[in-house]
């Protein structure tokens, strides 16, 4: 489903590391943006009418001959395009230009002098500083572009066509160290493209019941709460529009975080007046787990118990037409393989993978969304705070963050200790500013003293990571006092764990979770 009306502006997908932020910085302007294949055909361009094409950075060089390229006629639809980075050294090679690789890599901060009034610049003084990351640069400008900006080494920092409507910069308007990055992207969709702005979450959360109420017409819905802000916005969105039409379910697996299934409960129930069926099928799962050590195996097993539990119970109510799922952008991006594909690196159990046999029609109203407009709809709906917040959980939940057997008692330190992580976070400021944060614990023993006796205890791991969307991740540079604190109160708090460790891996080479 697609709850989108308005101007839209596509970011060709050359595979550059920014093309979702560039995506995300149109929507800031008003404007709905998506990514789409970088050979897009030009038929789809004038079916689908966007006002504005932006080309994307990537790793590749304009130059090679196996180089992504776009469809040259796209040049030729009177379009305006803009690229960025990549985007311009394309230009550049594909209209008959010169593209070379320089000396040295020009990256960081650096100062620009527009050496020409244009649209594209209107507002900025004579210079300002942005943002490099290339080793490759344009030597020579196609015919009919002219050069408005430069650097100290990057003589082409910008170039434009008025007449063809094609423009290039060689920075990253789209990163916050380029100052006033998203002027230039409201010079371009405002004053080259002619945009109106009309994306908004308030808009979207309008024309997305609509669009349900119009789809699902007088059928039923089913969906699966995890607690999570996005299955919680879904089942929200969906419950205005068709009202108790709509069932949830909420299975606790018994791999949930601290309180977590009781405030979904309270929340549903007593906040948002949304009926819920609760399953407490903690000691399904907790039996199919045990002996169980191999991640593969526990993530099997807990997806799968969980579709069949799931099956039983809309079984029991009688079925439904439709399901509804939280699926978000990026999601949809990446099982849509735009970009190359990555290797499977874990099976992630979402419930994309449900009832197969069970034939449902699936409803996604979220799926044009990033998680921070998400998070924005949700405030908008009323959720709690400690929902809209709240950071990512992985479906098989604590099974993945325990190394080895689940057992009672690595899940019991596992989610005390995680919770104390999130309240340290929390108290110190620090909660609202990572991706997410939680213990590990698997089987390993060290040896600690309590009172005067020698104690053989837990190691607990505590895992803080900054990132912008799961795939990449760095721990997060925490400051001692905090640390102290949270290893000070988990060895104090629970008496099986001596001694707690800080995990500094980044992802890659690690993963996020540790199974
Ligand atoms: P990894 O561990 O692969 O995790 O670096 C990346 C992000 O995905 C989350 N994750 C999952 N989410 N089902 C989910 O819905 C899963 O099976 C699953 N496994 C990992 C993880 O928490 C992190 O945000």
Same mark, same amino acid.
């Not at 799931?310 to 439709?322: L, P, R």
């Not at 998680?371 to 990512?392: C, F, Q, S, T």
């Given at each position: 489903?697609?709850?989108?009306?308005?101007?839209?502006?596509?970011?060709?997908?050359?595979?550059?590391?920014?093309?979702?932020?560039?995506?995300?910085?149109?929507?800031?302007?008003?404007?709905?943006?998506?990514?789409?294949?970088?050979?897009?055909? *030009?038929?789809?361009?004038?079916?689908?009418?966007?006002?504005?094409?932006?080309?994307?950075?990537?790793?590749?060089?304009?130059?090679?001959?196996?180089?992504?390229?776009?469809?040259?006629?796209?040049?030729?639809?009177?379009?305006?395009?803009?690229?960025?980075?990549?985007? @311009?050294?394309?230009?550049?090679?594909?209209?008959?230009?010169?593209?070379?690789?320089?000396?040295?890599?020009?990256?960081?901060?650096?100062?620009?002098?527009?050496?020409?009034?244009?649209?594209?610049?209107?507002?900025?003084?004579?210079?300002?500083?942005?943002? &490099?990351?290339?080793?490759?640069?344009?030597?020579?400008?196609?015919?009919?572009?002219?050069?408005?900006?430069?650097?100290?080494?990057?003589?082409?920092?910008? &170039?434009?066509?008025?007449? !063809?409507?094609?423009?290039?910069?060689?920075?990253?308007?789209?990163?916050?160290?380029?100052?006033?990055?998203?002027?230039?992207?409201?010079?371009?969709?405002?004053?080259?493209?002619?945009?109106?702005?009309?994306?908004?979450?308030?808009?979207?959360?309008?024309?997305?019941?609509?669009?349900? !109420?119009? %789809?699902?017409?007088?059928?039923?819905?089913?969906?699966? %709460?995890?607690?999570?802000?996005?299955?919680?916005?879904?089942?929200?969105?969906?419950?205005?529009? @068709?009202?108790?039409? %709509?069932?949830?379910?909420?299975?606790?697996?018994?791999?949930?975080?601290?309180?977590?299934?009781?405030?979904?409960?309270?929340?549903?129930?007593?906040?948002?007046?949304?009926?819920?069926?609760?399953?407490?099928?903690?000691?399904?799962?907790?039996?199919?787990?045990?002996?169980?050590?191999?991640?593969?195996?526990?993530?099997?097993?807990?997806?799968?118990?969980?579709?069949?539990?799931?099956?039983?119970?809309?079984?029991?109510?009688?079925?439904?037409?439709?399901?509804?799922?939280?699926?978000?952008?990026?999601?949809?991006?990446?099982?849509?393989?735009?970009?190359?594909?990555?290797?499977?690196?874990?099976?992630?159990?979402?419930?994309?993978?449900?009832?197969?046999?069970?034939?449902? !029609?699936?409803?996604?109203?979220?799926?044009?969304?990033?998680?921070?407009?998400?998070?924005?709809?949700?405030?908008?709906?009323? %959720?709690?705070?400690?929902?809209?917040?709240?950071?990512?959980?992985?479906?098989?939940?604590?099974?993945?963050?325990?190394?080895?057997?689940?057992?009672?008692?690595?899940?019991?330190?596992?989610?005390?200790?995680?919770?104390?992580?999130?309240?340290?976070?929390?108290?110190?400021?620090?909660?609202?500013?990572?991706?997410?944060?939680?213990?590990?614990?698997?089987?390993?023993?060290?040896?600690?003293?309590?009172?005067?006796?020698?104690?053989?205890?837990?190691?607990?791991?505590?895992?803080?990571?900054?990132?912008?969307?799961?795939?990449?991740?760095?721990?997060?540079?925490?400051?001692?006092?905090?640390?102290?604190?949270?290893?000070?109160?988990?060895?104090?708090?629970? *008496?099986?764990?001596?001694?707690?460790?800080?995990?500094?891996?980044?992802?890659? *080479?690690?993963?996020?979770?540790?199974?």
């Amino acid at each position: 489903m697609t709850s989108v009306k308005g101007d839209v502006v596509w970011v060709l997908d050359f595979g550059g590391q920014y093309t979702h932020l560039i995506a995300r910085r149109v929507r800031e302007c008003g404007i709905y943006s998506e990514i789409v294949p970088h050979d897009v055909s *030009p038929d789809e361009v004038l079916r689908r009418k966007p006002k504005g094409l932006i080309l994307s950075g990537s790793p590749a060089s304009a130059y090679e001959e196996e180089a992504p390229k776009c469809d040259l006629r796209i040049y030729e639809l009177g379009i305006p395009i803009l690229g960025i980075c990549y985007g @311009i050294q394309l230009i550049a090679q594909q209209l008959g230009g010169k593209v070379v690789q320089g000396a040295k890599r020009e990256y960081g901060r650096i100062k620009l002098t527009i050496k020409k009034p244009h649209p594209l610049f209107e507002g900025f003084g004579r210079e300002f500083i942005c943002w &490099m990351s290339h080793g490759d640069y344009v030597e020579k400008a196609p015919e009919g572009f002219e050069v408005i900006a430069s650097t100290e080494n990057t003589p082409i920092a910008a &170039m434009v066509n008025d007449e !063809k409507r094609i423009y290039g910069v060689q920075f990253h308007p789209e990163v916050t160290h380029t100052e006033r990055g998203i002027d230039i992207f409201r010079n371009f969709l405002f004053h080259i493209c002619g945009c109106t702005p009309s994306w908004s979450m308030e808009s979207f959360v309008e024309k997305a019941v609509e669009e349900i !109420k119009r %789809l699902v017409g007088d059928e039923r819905v089913i969906c699966a %709460l995890s607690g999570g802000v996005d299955s919680s916005t879904t089942a929200v969105l969906v419950h205005k529009a @068709i009202g108790d039409r %709509l069932t949830c379910i909420f299975i606790d697996h018994g791999l949930m975080r601290e309180n977590e299934p009781q405030q979904v409960l309270k929340v549903f129930k007593e906040q948002l007046n949304i009926p819920l069926i609760f399953v407490d099928a903690r000691e399904r799962f907790l039996s199919k787990l045990r002996g169980v050590s191999d991640p593969e195996e526990k993530r099997r097993i807990v997806g799968e118990e969980f579709i069949r539990v799931f099956e039983e119970v809309a079984e029991e109510i009688g079925g439904a037409e439709w399901l509804a799922q939280g699926t978000l952008y990026p999601d949809v991006i990446e099982s849509a393989a735009v970009r190359s594909p990555a290797s499977r690196i874990k099976s992630h159990h979402n419930v994309a993978a449900l009832p197969k046999g069970m034939k449902l !029609k699936l409803l996604e109203p979220l799926r044009n969304l990033y998680k921070d407009e998400v998070r924005k709809v949700a405030e908008l709906l009323g %959720l709690p705070k400690e929902i809209v917040r709240r950071h990512p959980f992985p479906g098989p939940g604590l099974a993945v963050r325990i190394i080895g057997e689940v057992t009672e008692k690595k899940l019991k330190i596992c989610r005390r200790a995680s919770a104390i992580v999130e309240e340290e976070l929390q108290k110190a400021g620090w909660y609202d500013r990572v991706w997410q944060a939680f213990a590990i614990v698997g089987d390993d023993k060290a040896v600690g003293v309590k009172g005067d006796e020698r104690h053989l205890g837990y190691v607990v791991m505590v895992r803080v990571v900054e990132s912008v969307d799961g795939m990449t991740a760095d721990w997060a540079q925490l400051p001692h006092e905090v640390l102290r604190a949270i290893s000070n109160r988990i060895t104090n708090e629970i *008496p099986e764990v001596s001694w707690v460790t800080y995990a500094i891996s980044s992802k890659p *080479p690690s993963t996020i979770e540790p199974c």
